[in-house]
């Protein structure tokens, strides 16, 4: 449901960065972790309920599901997030929907172990939602700017 | 770009935003900070302290799930408080992180709660890190700084009002267990100390989980610093 | 590959651990490691608190740089006591920084340091951070957990020996400002208790920045505690 | 002076990762952050000092001193070296040779400020002290193994 939260975000950012420029912006695209599991239908509803009267007026938002890269720091062993599956499973059981990382990705190391050595000291690489693209059109020409 | 940052900024904005902050732990910060609120009300009280989340205990709100709707995640309502703290998205959980993470939580917290009162008190863990580094970035707050007249604890906080000032940030403090009424005869168990003094009042321990209900000396005290803001 | 973390593994191998530790702050954990140091003598205390640097306060040490020889950097040496602490790096500098920072810091400390006793004990700050999780990288340590009798700070405090028990480790549990001895009249101020109780000692203010010198009743009850080590 | 722990924290990593195989390190290269100021001779002289009767025996020591890469978080701007060498270089003057960076770069944000908006809020980029590279010879065959 914080999805719609997640689109209001996205759209305060993207006004924020145009900046009062005369631009239409064509897409958005959004890089999130998979296992936050946001609802992608729920998130595009929002985005288009919301971007209304701004330079988004035509925009889409496209959504990216970025798998992360889990690293232990005990053990050094490097692992998917297929190797935890099971244990993402049982959080999502116990909570539902609004489950911690589909908030806080970043309180994975807190419900996860590393499946080597059980050690907590998990590195997560792109743990963070992130707009990595955004599409716009400016006097007639279109172009994409990447965002770092 | 960083959605989440935007989105905290703008939750702050236009609000009266004071920060409950202490390099040292112990000292009361989540006392004061629930107290702040409960007497001034109408007020979201938001715990930034996520590996021990005090004010959750202090008000008996362990175990209960935030729900989350459209507007975010919706606050405990304690007479005319709105609470946020991560203990509603963790329940019973222990929050044990990397010091890396922390700060991307902290933002989070602040982006997806529902805040609709014009005041909010921060409730910040001990140290001097992501907790005043992320609340600078997204906020004007006012520090309200926490010591008690012990020499260590007061030496502490003196790192933490030094790098205030060079924020150009004035502090207000606070000096709390600063002594105790032993019938009618005031005693200073800590030293002297200077400034706006808070007595310990043992009664406290009583309405752990139950704040709310707290009417005592320390709340009287602190009606009348808030005068002072 | 990196070299500190085995440098920090190398220089505890062997040794006896303690790490002294509680998520709540302000439970007494600078005093108690000082003064088990001090009681157990020739011991290495290593202050992993590194934003409030208490240990140097307590033993008077502000102000003061470490040495660094072939060896690393030279304790301080306080009766049979050796001291490694960032003060004796950064002097009387604060030390405000983003969370993922923390974890280096604390590996090089270790990993720097000039350890030549035979026990080491950690004074360890608030939370459940980098601290554990290096630490147990590096060490097989002994959880010396302080708490006090409130029923917050037992709350917390629970989150840090559930986590250690998942993690295969039995900690050693010091109630500490467990009761005050009023005239003769045992007086237990925050409640009753279970476990090895520490006693309110208003004279341990007088012994800040010369801890060393204290022999008051918290450190005979500390001698008691080694026993059971 | 601590140049010598950092010489004995190399040695005592490759040690370990050698792993009892019979391979010679033929060189070793340790990335550091150039503001660190590590004395490379002192760094040498240690490490020829203390690899005797190794896998180390004949192996050389390359220091890389690598550029930090500053970005303020408060602000968004990203800065180089040279832009706080006046700070770097006040710090270096109050505390002398062992100034706190030299020990650990980490603790560059609490002593360095963004040139732009004067925040403490600044991530580093490769801030750590790595080997980067391993130079063996195993049966007679000399190879280069690449650190992550
Ligand atoms: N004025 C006071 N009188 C009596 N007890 C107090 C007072 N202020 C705080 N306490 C008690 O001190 C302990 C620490 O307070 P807390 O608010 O948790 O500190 P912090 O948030 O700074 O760690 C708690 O057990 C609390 O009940
Ligand atoms: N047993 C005790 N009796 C009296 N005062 C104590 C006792 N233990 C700790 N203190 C005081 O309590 C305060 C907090 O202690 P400290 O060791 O700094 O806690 P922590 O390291 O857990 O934050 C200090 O002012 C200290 O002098
Ligand atoms: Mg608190
Ligand atoms: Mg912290
Ligand atoms: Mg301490
Ligand atoms: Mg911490
Ligand atoms: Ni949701
Ligand atoms: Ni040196
Ligand atoms: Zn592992
Ligand atoms: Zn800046």
Known sequence: MHEWSVADAVIRTVIDWADGKKIKVRKVVLGVPSFSFLDVEILKEAFDTMKKDSVLDEAELEVKFKEPKFKCKNCGKEFSLNEVKDQIDSVRSEFGEEYPMHFMPALAPSFIKCPYCGSHDIALESQDMTIDEIQVEENGTVKTVSQG | ?229
Chains 1, 4 share one sequence.
Do not use: W
Request: proline share 5%; with cysteine; hydrophobic share 40%.
């Open chain 2, 1 to 229: 770009m960083e959605p989440l940052r935007q989105l905290a900024k703008d939750k702050l904005s236009g609000k009266k935003v004071y920060a409950v902050m202490s390099a040292k732990g112990g000292v009361g910060k989540s006392v004061i900070s629930s107290l702040l609120a409960l007497t001034m009300g109408r007020t979201t009280l938001i715990d930034l302290d996520i590996h021990t989340m005090a004010i959750s205990k202090l008000f008996g709100l362990e175990g209960m799930l935030h729900e989350v709707t459209k507007n975010g995640i919706e606050p405990f309502e304690v007479k005319t408080v709105k609470i946020v703290s991560l203990s509603g998205i963790v329940k019973d959980n222990y929050v044990l992180l990397p010091g890396g993470n922390q700060s991307s939580i902290m933002e989070s917290l602040v982006a997806y709660s529902h805040i609709d009162t014009k005041t909010v008190i921060f409730d910040l863990p001990p140290g001097l890190g992501d907790e005043i580094l992320v609340l600078e970035r997204i906020s004007n707050f006012t520090p309200i700084v926490v010591t008690t007249p012990s020499k260590v604890s007061k030496k502490v906080v003196d790192y933490l009002i030094r790098y205030l000032r060079e924020r150009g940030k004035e502090p207000k403090v606070l000096v709390n267990l600063a002594y105790i009424d032993c019938g009618g005869k005031v005693v200073k168990p800590f030293g002297e100390y200077d400034g706006f003094g808070l007595p310990i009042d043992p009664s406290i321990e009583d309405y752990i989980g139950r704040i709310q209900d707290y009417e005592g000396i320390v709340k009287e005290k602190l009606k009348e610093f808030i005068l002072s803001l």
